[in-house]
């Protein structure tokens, strides 16, 4: 492998990334105010048929993001309906979410199959694709990636820095408290899924956007799946889901580059090591006295106060 | 106190208007229902000697791929005289499998068609309870008395896609994105870089194995792996048309598979290896109707139009054109030219002697790559 | 008009009847409209469905050994879910148990079927439980996240799957396809007699049995089913928490383990990547929708069961895409999980005068 193939492995590394990057932090806010949505993979597969069509229908690539995030947002509200509001158990919602987002994308989707889109092209950062190596791997993608840099850092101050971002996190980490403060956990609770359902549609328009310029069935391809792993890689932190994206990213570009090179190892063996590693990395910081990471209240319903 | 917010209120009235909505539908479709059922009825005993026909698939047809090109032999299959053709598509191999297949049995279906090599044991567990009900296999190696297999020799295709492949590349190195390490994928890499060979001794196809069918976004990182690797003309086994992107996209070459694809990539796609069933299912569905139908093994090639080549893109020369041509008449004309000895593997060593040509039992447990291909093939 | 939530302080006895019946009602007018939308009939769909799940003795012989997997992870999650631990792992430990059946099998293919069989079912209960003791005891030894550690492990299971059936495990007479050797007769459940049902079905019923009989006749089976909180759990039962935990874990692991031999005994023959159909996620929401209790359970793993059977015979009869069943699916699931919710509450107008007078003293109520 040599030094021309190492930047293409880092800049794939960069593009497998970013739809899990978009999924993960929307996860992120997500889980932040207490609720678990396992419902990810459903909803980036409803939200990547979304955009693909009203991009297609339009022409406008944009219009296709935000309606990506608009499916994201109607298929949180199916799981924030049914656990924040009437309380189900979060776990089994978001699993029926993802059959159901499966399901729908599948079903819908039909008449769109084999149709292309405009969406987004890699084109170069103006000077800051100069610079070397840097350049190469970052800033050779297409304007989401560009946009994904930038929101780990929003999503980090709006949830340390703002009002809103405090009260949600406050929620997620002592419903009982929050709600003593007078703060309303189903409307924190509801604000956070949905904004996170938004940030996971836009991981889903990518996909069928800017990865690929079309749809199928199957585009997410287990990659909701991922997000949720990579949230708990990354302990809650938007920054560090970024190393953790492109690390898992990382993995799935490395294993084919190296049989394109001719290597002898099991493929399956080395896309198993994303998931140990996960395993690992949570192991090693629970053992270090920092298991307690996680938003303490997560996937816990608060009663209705009465 | 706790209050309702009015998203509660309208989630539920949108919900509640659904419900009447599907009542309402349900009414009015439920009088035209029976109207048409009325009228089926009247048909079915004007035609009472309709045959049944049915086919499962492993993947929704819908994939545009390796389904998708069954259920078009199906849709052929249908215009037939005397034949109803239906599906049950997204069945896992398995159990699900022997259920579809037995269900299929009992509602009286004539001719049972399954379509991956993974449905094998349920078709030979249900055949046998079965004895009256024709089942044909497609790509398995089981047979009973009432079950037959069938498949197409794409290989053959493969082989002058290989020639296209192996006149166009400059860096002489192909890629090919493949599906699992399963002897019909090998066997088409196989035919595939002896014809590239024969065109061009010098190139060798690199794979790499995804270990998917249909992975879009992971089937174009593959081939972007192999242009990384300096590839400049991208083939595939897989249904997705992800490999065809990536080629577009970076402006080399592409050889496409299942049906043409030459829509996903009109300036990379230089031609594709397609299906065509058609020809096998009219065979064995007026076998049944003549009473001629007996099991056997179906392996039919491009010379009966089981597989083909698609249209060539504008920029395939008419030189490589005319190869091309020669080699696919002497393949149309009956002569399997594609495996012929002396064919060395990897190491070098001869596995087919010189004038000799491998059996079809070779050709179907074929796991070794031949001289040529860099990659691993398991 | 504003409306305020009160819990109710003795639910109803039929209110849980009445709440499954408006949630299928809800979520099947919900699929028969799209069936509409489709230029499908809605009452064709309908009839079509009834008769694919129950339209028949062998629909339901369908559906009863479909249900068994789910049946058999769905036990097993129960237990652990009673503790408050949340085990996602049931699809890992399903395929560490399909697996160590195998191995048993492709190890002693000689042997007669009263060694083997009972063998079989020893290896994939025990390997089912090793996959669920990891979670068990990263959570225990490193308070590691469970939820996360046996949603990774499904995946580590699964490539671990692949790995055995395309390298060590290959049969060498499948011309190369990643499958494992058939097994020797002796290591295939056997029929019961009754029409196609095996060996698999009674050995769900004599789960099910232990299972009742454990929660309702020991005392920590007795604590399990009382109160659902952990801490107390062990507290009451005498027994340290950490150890609890291990164990309802492993138990959950070594039940979903022989859904995995019953698999890959019974309903295949040999191992391959096709089994893993995703039961051990199904067998999570059976659970749940069946508030944990074993005969709960079994109907829920067999409606389910039933509705994927009967969606089949819509596909068959009237060319649907395979895709509807799924969204029905997740329609069912959504509205019953949602519906639970009004079994334990009601909504009354605000300030209404017909409002319960209890209500007042239930404000103060947790």
């Known amino acids: 492998m040599n030094f021309d193939m190492v930047i293409a492995l880092l800049a794939a590394s960069v593009q497998m990334g970013t739809p899990i990057l978009y999924a993960t932090l929307g996860e992120i806010l997500t889980e932040k105010s207490g609720v678990l949505n396992l419902g990810v993979e459903g909803v980036m597969a409803v939200s990547a048929l979304g955009a693909f069509v009203v991009a297609q229908a339009t022409g406008q690539p944009w219009l296709g993001v935000l309606a990506g995030g608009a499916c994201g947002v109607f298929m949180a509200l199916l799981h924030a309906v049914a656990c924040v509001v009437l309380l189900g158990n979060q776990v089994v919602s978001g699993l029926a979410v993802t059959i159901l987002g499966l399901g729908l994308s599948s079903f819908m989707g039909q008449p769109f199959i084999g149709l292309s889109a405009p969406g987004f092209t890699p084109f170069a950062f103006p000077l800051l694709s100069d610079i070397p190596l840097v350049g190469d791997v970052f800033f050779r993608g297409d304007a989401l990636v560009y946009l994904s840099y930038l929101l780990p850092f929003a999503l980090w101050f709006f949830l340390q820095r703002t009002r809103l971002g405090l009260e949600i996190r406050a929620v997620g980490e002592e419903p009982e408290a929050a709600l003593a403060a007078g703060l309303s956990a189903e409307r924190l609770r509801m604000i956070a899924t949905l904004a996170g359902g938004f940030l996971i549609g836009m991981g889903g328009a990518y996909l069928s956007l800017a990865y690929t310029h079309l749809w199928t069935n199957g585009l997410s391809g287990g990659r909701g799946w991922i997000a949720v792993a990579l949230v708990i890689f990354a302990f809650w932190n938007p920054q560090r889901a970024i190393i ?43 053992a270090r006295g920092r298991g307690d990471e996680a938003p303490a209240g997560l996937g816990v319903n608060t009663a209705p106060e009465e | 106190m706790y209050r309702f917010k009015p998203f509660l209120i309208v989630a539920v009235l949108t919900l509640s208007a659904f419900l009447t909505f599907g009542c309402a539908n349900e009414k009015k479709e439920a009088e035209n229902s029976q109207a048409t ?17 049915g086919f499962i698939y492993v993947s929704p047809i819908g994939d545009a791929g390796y389904s998708y090109a069954h259920h078009l032999g199906e849709l052929e299959a249908a215009k037939l005289p005397g034949v109803k053709a239906s599906h049950v598509e997204a069945v896992p191999e398995g159990v699900d499998s022997e259920r579809v297949l037995r269900n299929m049995a009992r509602k009286g279906y004539k001719i049972i068609f399954a379509t991956s090599f993974g449905y094998m044991d349920s078709v030979i567990k249900v055949a046998q309870e079965f004895p009256d009900i024709v089942f044909e296999h497609c790509s398995g190696f089981k047979r009973a008395e009432n079950a037959g297999t069938y498949f197409g020799r794409m290989y053959q295709a493969r082989y002058l896609t290989g020639i296209v492949a192996g006149s166009m590349t400059k860096s002489n190195k192909i890629g090919y994105v493949a599906a699992f390490p399963i002897p019909e994928v090998i066997r088409g890499i196989n035919a595939f870089t002896l014809g590239a060979r024969k065109a061009n001794p010098k190139a060798e196809v690199r794979v790499v194995w995804t270990k998917t069918w249909y992975d879009p976004a992971l089937e174009k990182d593959a081939a972007e792996s192999l242009l990384d690797a300096g590839c400049d003309v991208i083939a595939q086994h897989q249904d997705s048309p992800g490999p065809q992107e990536a080629a577009q996209e970076r402006g080399v070459y592409s050889v496409g598979y299942d049906s043409d694809m030459s829509s996903f990539a009109p300036k990379s796609h230089l031609t594709s290896a397609v299906w065509n ?42 030189d490589v054109r005319d190869k091309v041509g020669a080699e696919q008449a002497k393949i149309e004309a009956g002569h399997d030219i594609v495996f012929q000895g002396p064919i060395k593997d990897q190491a070098g060593k001869v596995v087919v002697p010189q004038g000799e040509t491998p059996d079809d039992a070779a050709l179907l447990g074929m796991t070794y790559f031949v001289e040529g291909v860099v990659g691993t093939a398991n | 008009m504003a409306l305020r939530v009160v819990k109710r302080r003795n639910p109803p006895a039929w209110s849980a009847a009445a709440i499954l019946v408006c949630a299928l009602v809800l979520s099947l007018g919900v699929s028969l409209a799209l069936l509409a939308a489709i230029g499908k009939s809605p009452v064709h769909g309908l009839v079509a469905l009834w008769n694919g799940s129950f339209g028949s003795l062998w629909a339901i012989e369908d559906a009863l050994i479909k249900a068994a997997p789910i049946f058999l992870c769905s036990l097993g999650l129960a237990v652990a879910f009673r503790m408050q631990v949340w085990n996602i792992g049931a699809e890992g430990q399903f395929a560490l148990g399909a697996m160590g059946a195998t191995w048993a099998a492709l190890t002693f293919p000689h042997a007669p079927s009263w060694v083997l069989l009972p063998l079989m079912l020893v290896y994939a209960g025990l390997l089912g439980a090793a996959w669920g003791a990891i979670p068990g005891l990263l959570k225990v030894k490193l308070k590691a996240n469970e939820i996360i550690t046996t949603l990774m492990l499904n995946y580590v299971a699964i490539f ?69 909180e952990g801490a107390k759990v062990a507290a009451y039962a005498r027994m340290p928490y950490n150890r609890l935990v291990l164990f309802v874990l492993t138990a959950s692991g070594a039940f979903a383990g022989v859904a995995g031999f019953v698999e890959v005994s019974a309903s295949t023959g040999r191992l391959m990547t096709s089994i893993m159909a995703g039961y051990g996620y199904t067998a999570i929401i059976v659970a749940w929708i069946a508030r944990l209790r074993p005969v709960p359970i079994a109907l829920a793993s067999f409606l389910l069961a039933a509705l994927r059977v009967g969606v089949e015979n819509i596909q068959l009869d009237m060319e649907v895409p395979a895709a509807f069943g799924d969204i029905m699916e997740g329609l069912i699931l959504l509205t019953i999980l949602s519906g639970q919710f009004f079994e334990q509450y009601k909504l009354v107008r605000k300030g209404a005068k017909n409002a319960p007078a209890p209500s007042a003293s239930q404000e103060t109520a947790p």
């Open chain 2, 277 to 318: 069933w058609a020809p096998i299912y009219t065979y064995i569905i007026k076998g049944v109707q003549n009473g001629t139908w007996r099991s056997e093994d179906i392996w039919w090639g491009m010379d009966k139009g089981v597989v083909g080549l698609a249209p060539y893109g504008d920029m395939v020369p008419q």
């Open chain 2, 37 to 53: 059922t009325e009228k089926a009825e009247k048909a079915e005993t004007a035609t009472p000697k309709e045959m049944q026909v």
């Open chain 3, 160 to 228: 671990l799957l692949e790995y055995m059936v395309y390298g060590p495990w290959k049969d060498p007479a499948s011309f190369g396809f990643p499958v494992t050797p058939e097994f020797t007769p002796s290591a295939v459940i056997p029929l019961l007699g009754v029409g196609r049902l095996h060996g698999g079905v009674l050995l769900c019923v004599f789960a099910g049995v232990l299972l009742w009989a454990f929660l309702r006749y020991t005392r920590l089976g007795y604590e399990l089913k009382a109160c659902g």
């Open chain 1, 244 to 286: 953790g994206a492109y690390l898992f990213g990382g993995v799935m570009a490395f294993q084919l580059r190296l049989q394109a090179t001719g290597s002898h190892i099991s493929s399956s063996l080395l896309l198993m090591l994303p998931y140990l590693l996960t395993i690992v990395v949570l192991a090693a910081s629970a």
